[in-house]
């Protein structure tokens, strides 16, 4: 089983930035991919960026140039940069991973409120 904790969250002005943390633990090496996803009040989730142990990265075109994702792999912790927040940008963001059998696995997600 893996466990995924996000942090980071809170209110911003529009044109801040806030930087997301998700941490791994349980059965970290059985981890392949790793994603950010948000849900704006009266939508549907979405994915906001991918990473996995091949060379594709994805953005969703809204964050292209503005959210960078980075990992640190000896912490099991992945990260979400956002720069350049719009009031657009608010929901709950939550990190999830995919292990070798292709189980799935969701945080409890981090509110991002971007207001001013």
Known sequence: QVQ???SGGGLVQP?????LSC??????LDIV???WYRQAPGKQRELVVG???????NYADSVKGRFTISRDDAE??????MSNLAPEDTAVYF??????SGAFYWGQGTPVTVFS
């Open 51 to 57: 990473t996995s142990s091949g060379d594709k990265l």
């Open 4 to 6: 995924l904790v996000e």
């Open 76 to 81: 099991n912790t992945v990260y979400l940069q």
């Open 23 to 28: 941490v791994a633990s349980g059965d970290t």
């Open 95 to 100: 990190c999830s991973a995919r292990s070798r």
């Open 33 to 35: 991919a790793m994603a």
């Open 15 to 19: 044109g801040g930035s806030l930087n």
